[in-house]
């Protein structure tokens, strides 16, 4: 999967979480802006990661902006 996505356009790095409650995982896809969102949604979806048997809904697709990150030890 890392390989599939770093041949796409604007991409820089991606971490998968599961949620602790439900058996439901997020994918975060960072891109080096968001203005680009639209040819990496389309080149994301015309690659198929290989992910669709695991899917019970096609995936969609938000734009987040980071508003806090802590640093080790100063939480």
């Known amino acids: ?5 770093a041949t ?8 998968l979480q599961r949620s602790l409650e439900t058996n ?10 968001e203005r680009d969102k639209g040819k990496f949604v389309a080149e ?3 690659l198929g990661t290989g992910l ?4 019970e809904t096609p995936p969609t ?5 980071r508003a806090f990150l802590s640093e080790t030890g100063n939480e």
């Open 24 to 33: 439901r995982y997020t994918l975060f896809l960072v891109l080096e802006n």
């Open 52 to 55: 669709e048997p695991f899917l």
């Open 44 to 46: 994301f979806s015309a």
């Open 1 to 5: 999967m890392s390989q599939r996505f």
């Open 61 to 65: 697709f938000e734009s987040f902006k």
């Open 8 to 15: 796409l356009s604007h991409y820089i790095a991606h971490e």
